[in-house]
């Protein structure tokens, strides 16, 4: 940037202040390239936006116009809030490492399918009484619907849920809830 372009960004600056809305937008036009080849000059890895921050320093500077001293050069005071904004960036990024999950990806175990062996049901299902035991058994591990279940033992509906409802909470209560997803 020369000497010619100081005073013309300045130029800008004081008509823009002045309410010249055409001038604002060439000075925010052009300041806006400037300070985007500086945030990229100055952020050597990732984690942060360039983009970023160079929207957060055209804001700061709408918003702190005022306080440009006229007489003062323009690209000082841009760059200085530039470095502010910058370094806000890089504080709210913090110590984390950002990395794509595409170059992790084949490093996670595959989840495993959680199985129930028939002799953990049948442990399960032998302290419950025979009534219930049908019940809980035709719903939870044969996949019947109430209504067929009901059907089968030829009782209502109504009865078939509080049986089932009575007999797990037995099993939870046998084996405790954290094994059926529930934390006491």
Do not use: C
């Not at 306080?67 to 200085?80: I, M």
């Amino acid at each position: 940037m020369t000497g010619k372009d100081e005073a013309e960004l300045s130029r800008l600056m004081r008509a823009a202040i002045a309410g010249d809305e055409k001038a604002y937008a060439d000075f925010l036009h052009r300041t806006a390239a400037l300070v985007r080849g500086f945030i990229r000059r100055k952020i050597v890895q990732g984690g942060v936006d360039p983009e970023d921050v160079v929207q957060d320093t055209l804001l700061a500077i709408h918003v702190k116009r005022h306080t440009w001293r006229q007489d003062l050069p323009v690209l000082p005071w841009v760059y200085t809030i530039a470095r502010f904004k910058l370094i806000d960036a890089f504080r709210r990024r913090g110590r984390r490492i950002e990395i794509e999950i595409d170059e992790i990806a084949e490093t996670f175990a595959e989840p495993e399918a959680e199985t129930v062996s028939e002799r953990d049901i049948n442990r399960a299902l032998d302290g419950l009484p025979p009534a219930q035991r049908s019940v809980v058994s035709s719903v939870s591990v044969e996949g019947r619907s109430i209504g067929e279940t009901a059907v089968k033992f030829g009782i209502s509906e109504t009865a078939v849920r509080v049986s089932l409802h009575r007999g797990l909470a037995a099993i939870a209560k046998r084996f405790g809830a954290k094994q059926f997803g529930r934390a006491k």
